[in-house]
């Protein structure tokens, strides 16, 4: 297993928190998260990770609600982690996911055969904080592209410290 402090990040260059002030702001949001987010790329602390998305399932999260998690492993192929995902658009339906959320870590923990030859999609981890809140989140690599297009949502539904070792 790998800890999400140790993915192999890149940080977000400064020069990107222009981009990210000129999106539009979130449905309920007064822009503070922009500006929240946009000062953690200026300071250093906002930083990405490419990964491979292999599955994605969901946990319950209250009256009729659910939190998208997607089990991915690092680009060398060599561990897995859990990561809330922002958005499932790019990534694999749980009836089209090849594997399982607890077979999953039986067939791909000690399998590094497997691992290699695993059906996977693009994502990217995206690490950054709102003030004080660490957030980290699985979004799809156009995003990763434009951050902007994350800021409608940033704090959404898989804030918080949502990368977590596989159980």
Known sequence: MISDKDLPFTKIPA????????????????????KKFAKSIEEGQAEL??????????????????????????KDGRELVNVG????KAFYAVAEAPYGRFDMRKNLENDAETRKSASCKPGVVVHYFL???????????EKAKDL????????????????????
């Open 131 to 141: 003030g004080k809140e660490e957030i980290y989140q699985l979004i799809t690599p």
């Open 148 to 167: 902007k297009l994350l800021v409608p949502d940033l704090g959404g539904p898989a804030y918080g410290e949502c990368l977590n070792e596989l159980e």
């Open 85 to 88: 995902i922002y958005s499932e």
């Open 49 to 74: 990770c490419e990964v491979d998305v292999v599955s994605q399932y969901w946990v319950p999260a209250g009256d009729d609600d659910e939190i998208g998690y997607g089990v991915v492993l690092t």
């Open 15 to 34: 020069s990107e928190a222009t981009n990210v002030l000129a999106a539009k702001n979130g449905f309920l949001s007064f822009g503070g998260d922009k």
